[in-house]
């Protein structure tokens, strides 16, 4: 059935798992990102489409479906499903996507390796997720592509149907020029995005290293957006933009830059927050701290989340502050998302030999300093850390936006905690409130944890309300307003693309 959104996301929109020998469609279990509120658009169209790939060793196996059609809370859609062999996503997803795109997108050089990039292949899967999109959609239908391992879509889509609106979205930074260039297929991939009706980013600062980008390569025409509003801007910070360009032109067409800071759930982390049991949680957690303090850090196991360079700076903070040792507990979550990978299985590895060596060098029979956790863990459980952490210390080298410490101040219904927040963080730019640290400066760094941890009750509450306004205002639901009018920061209705 002919859809009028069609949306293009590498994941797909459930988890399978198998009950009694059969396969069955499940919630995916982190039901706080952004996959159920992608879904949710659905609920505004008659039918809408999902485009994602499934690892698939036998593509002609005949009880493959490759589109399943789903009618639940949130809409009819179909989702279509490009059966990928393992060496295909290898080389689209753990190659080319993650060995030479993301560590350019974050601006590591030294990390970026294209020897082993198979660029036909990167070409045919976006292909195939271009065809899947295009079979799917109705005619001037909305397609919405998400992030960097789906970059060839929108020029290939174009080319199939010129009828469709296409927007993209990006999740990590986009950087300048003098690092984007790095890509040998730079031209390849941002005609690619000038064939979009909207390219979205989380920050100005994106945005115009993209608009920077586009001139570097094209003759273009780019057309000021103006200046960027206060709720965008702390002055100061690594990430601020005081003005941002609000539409290219390009070979007579015209593409809109969006700025949509992606938000939480809060009402749903406020919800989990305050359960009974989670607050019996958050007392045995406290209970078993006595009077230590919990600094809590999570994220993904990546370079770019800062991880060794955090647990660098609590060493020093133990060698140099004597009075702390027995009285602070770091608890470090850091789980691998990519296992298979040598730089993430090389970065684990110094993760658990500096926590090893903290806890060797400091560890007493009653106190480990150091907790670090490397296997996920369920929601509630983070929750009830949230609640529970004195500091978040969130140090990112690089982060598009980061959802971590927008999740801690929405479960702190109690006005309390700390954020201390990388100035490489997208959500720095927002956060005005939080505790702000360069974390490739020791000082910084061993300053704001010292601050975050002597920080009066009065001004820690003052901080965490200012917080906890600004994430509630611009949660997810925000975010959903503002790309789905491929419009962002202000009423200003000039080059909108509406969403049906
Ligand atoms: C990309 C961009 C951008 C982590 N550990 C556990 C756990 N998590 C959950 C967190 C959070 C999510 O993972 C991580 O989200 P981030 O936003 O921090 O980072 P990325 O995964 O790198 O996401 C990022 C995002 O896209 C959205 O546009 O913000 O900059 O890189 O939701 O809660 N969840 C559970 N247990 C864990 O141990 N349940």
Redesign the pocket.
């Known amino acids: 059935m002919p859809s009028d959104l069609v949306i293009v996301y590498h994941r797909q929109p459930y988890e399978e798992k198998e009950e009694g020998g059969k396969v069955v469609l499940k919630e995916n ?2 039901p ?3 996959v159920p509120t992608l879904k949710s658009f659905f609920g505004a169209v008659d039918h809408g489409a999902w485009v994602a790939w499934k690892l698939a060793d036998d593509p002609s196996n005949p009880d493959f479906e490759p589109v399943i059609e789903i009618s639940d809370d949130y809409g009819n859609y179909s989702v279509s499903r490009l059966p990928l062999s393992a060496e295909q996503v290898r080389e689209f997803y753990h190659v080319t996507s993650k060995e030479a795109f993301w560590p350019i997108l974050h601006s590591f050089k030294e990390k970026y390796n294209y020897d082993r990039v198979e660029w036909p292949n990167f070409r045919e899967v976006n292909w195939a997720f271009a065809e899947a999109a295009a079979q799917e959609a109705a005619h001037g239908a909305l397609v919405w592509v998400h992030d960097y391992n789906l970059w060839l879509v929108p020029g290939y889509l174009r080319k199939m149907r010129p009828d469709l609106r296409i927007s993209f979205f990006h ?2 930074p986009f950087p300048a020029a003098d690092m984007f260039n790095v890509l040998p297929w730079r031209r390849e991939i941002v005609e690619s995005l000038l064939a979009c009706d909207d390219v979205g980013f ?1 920050i100005p600062r994106y945005a115009e290293n993209f608009a920077s980008v586009v001139q570097s390569l094209f003759d273009v025409k780019v057309t000021d957006r103006g200046p960027v509003p206060d709720h965008l801007f702390s002055e100061g910070t690594a990430l601020a933009e005081r003005r941002v360009s609000g539409a290219l032109e390009y070979k007579g067409r015209q593409v809109t830059l969006s700025v949509a800071p ?1 938000g939480v759930d809060v009402d749903f982390i406020d919800y989990r927050a305050q359960r009974i049991e989670t607050s019996a949680r958050v007392a045995d957690i406290r209970a078993d701290l006595g009077d230590r303090k919990l600094i809590l850090s ?3 196991t ?1 370079y770019t989340k800062g991880g060794v360079q955090q647990l660098a700076s609590f060493g020093r903070l133990l060698e140099q502050n004597s009075d702390l040792r027995g009285k602070v507990r770091l608890m470090h ?1 850091s ?1 691998s998302a990519n296992k298979n990978m040598t730089v993430y299985a090389e970065i684990q590895d110094e993760i658990e030999r500096m926590a090893g060596q903290i806890n060797g060098r400091f560890g007493t029979l009653d106190w480990q300093p150091v907790a670090l ?1 490397t296997r ?4 509630d459980e ?1 929750v009830a850390y949230y609640r529970a952490a004195h500091v978040a210390w969130i140090t990112p080298l690089a ?6 410490c927008k ?1 801690f101040i929405a479960s702190r219904t109690d006005d309390d905690g700390v954020l201390v927040l990388s100035e490489f963080a ?1 959500a720095a730019v927002e956060l005005h409130e939080a505790v702000i640290t360069n974390p490739f400066s020791n000082r910084s760094m061993d300053t704001a944890i010292l601050h975050a941890l002597s920080m009066p009750k009065d001004e820690r509450q003052g901080r965490m309300r200012s917080l906890r306004d600004t994430v509630r205002q611009y949660d997810i639901r925000a975010w959903g307003d503002m790309v789905r009018v491929g419009q962002d920061m202000s009423a200003d209705s000039r080059n909108v693309t509406e969403l049906p």
């Open positions: 279990t982190s706080n990102g952004i999740h990590t989380h992606v999570v994220g993904r990546d979550v789980v956790i996920p863990i369920p929601f983070l982060d598009g936006m980061n959802l971590v999740e997208g």
